[in-house]
């Protein structure tokens, strides 16, 4: 009888497939059980504490977010600095921060941001990625967005365009007016800028080679 090659043997073959997925199975359990820890938003103690956290909490709205390269990684990484004032407030509590930030995440929700926009990579691309909006420097205090609006503050220059995008043209794609209060947009800006502070391993790619965007010049 003539033998018969392992390849063509079924047996083989059924083996081979319960062993791939068992392994699969042990490494999508293990990957699970590290990625939440990785994903849980920390707490206003940690961010006193100086403890690094890849989603921070939601009082990291009373700090300075920039964005540097880090060399061992090599890509940039949100930076949470000192405090300073957000809204004219640099003692936001946790429990006010993590309201305005639920209102803004209900906001952009609600508005459907994600129809013309993309946000931690969902999303659309007929309009800017959001994902770093924070950090762009065009809402800086030499940018020209800010100057635009006449605000002396990012915050309040971003709130400003959400409430009345039709009144400052930013490019052909002009953003239509969607109706945003004053205290939506207050919490659709707390929203962007804890984004912005979530370290997404240098996501988006082409956002450090902005001009000004590293350093939070």
Not at 43 to 52: E, F, P, Q, R, S
Not at 71 to 91: N, S, T, Y
Not at 96 to 125: F, I, P, R, V, W
Not at 147 to 161: D, I, Y
């Amino acid at each position: 009888m003539a033998k018969r090659s392992v390849w063509s043997d079924n047996r083989f073959w059924q083996r081979s497939a319960a062993w791939v997925t068992g392994f699969a199975s042990i490494l999508l359990i293990w990957l699970t059980f590290d990625t939440i820890p990785q994903i849980t938003m920390g707490t206003d103690a940690d961010l006193k504490g100086g403890v690094t956290k890849r989603v921070p909490g939601p009082t990291v709205i009373n700090y300075k977010i920039t964005y540097e390269m880090d060399a061992k990684r090599m890509h940039e990484i949100p930076v949470i600095g000192d405090k300073e004032l957000f809204f004219g407030r640099d003692d936001w509590s946790e429990e006010e921060a993590g309201a305005l930030l639920h209102l803004g995440k209900l906001g952009s929700q609600a508005k459907n941001c994600m129809d013309c926009h993309t946000l931690l990579g969902n999303g659309a691309y007929y309009a800017p990625d959001l994902t770093k909006a924070w950090l762009d420097p065009a809402w800086g205090p030499e940018g020209s967005m800010q100057a635009m609006t006449g605000k002396s503050t990012k915050e309040e220059a971003m709130a400003e365009f959400l409430q009345h995008p039709s009144t400052y043209p930013t490019h052909a794609r002009m953003m239509p007016d969607l109706g945003i209060t004053a205290e939506e947009a207050k919490g659709l800006v707390a929203f962007l800028k804890h984004m912005s502070s979530i370290d997404t391993n240098g996501f988006p790619r082409n956002f450090g080679r902005m001009q000004g965007a590293v350093n939070g010049k």
